[in-house]
């Protein structure tokens, strides 16, 4: 069983930044694609962005140019640098480290950007 938790949510004014941390438990780690997700008040689970076990990343339209995904599998965690926030990005973040047969969700860290 892995356990994930997400770190380095908070209040921020539009225009910053923040840096969320996702650290897993467990061994295998460096096996497991990751991604960051996002749920806003009233609206589904969206996708943020993924980075493989390759390291390959992908990201929403909405988030291209500002955030960015990264991993340390030394560490066992998964990064998302968050910059040049907006309103619309104020949300709850999760990540998830997933496989072909295996999903896991950490338990969520709120983003809310505001004035």
């Known amino acids: 069983q892995v356990q994930l938790v997400e770190s380095g949510g908070g209040l921020v004014q539009p225009g910053g930044s923040l840096r969320l941390s996702c650290a897993a438990s467990g061994s295998a780690f460096r096996l497991y694609d990751l991604g960051w997700y996002r749920q806003a008040p009233g609206q589904q689970r969206e996708l943020v962005a993924v980075i493989t076990s390759g390291g390959i990343t992908n990201y929403a339209d909405s988030v291209k140019g500002r955030f960015t995904i990264s991993r340390d599998n030394a560490k066992n965690t998964v990064y998302l640098q968050m910059n040049s926030l907006k309103p619309e990005d104020t949300a709850v973040y999760y990540c998830?480290?997933?496989?072909?047969?295996?999903?896991?969700w950490g338990q969520g860290t709120q983003v809310t950007v505001s004035s």
């Open positions: 998830k480290l997933f496989t072909t047969n295996t999903i896991y």
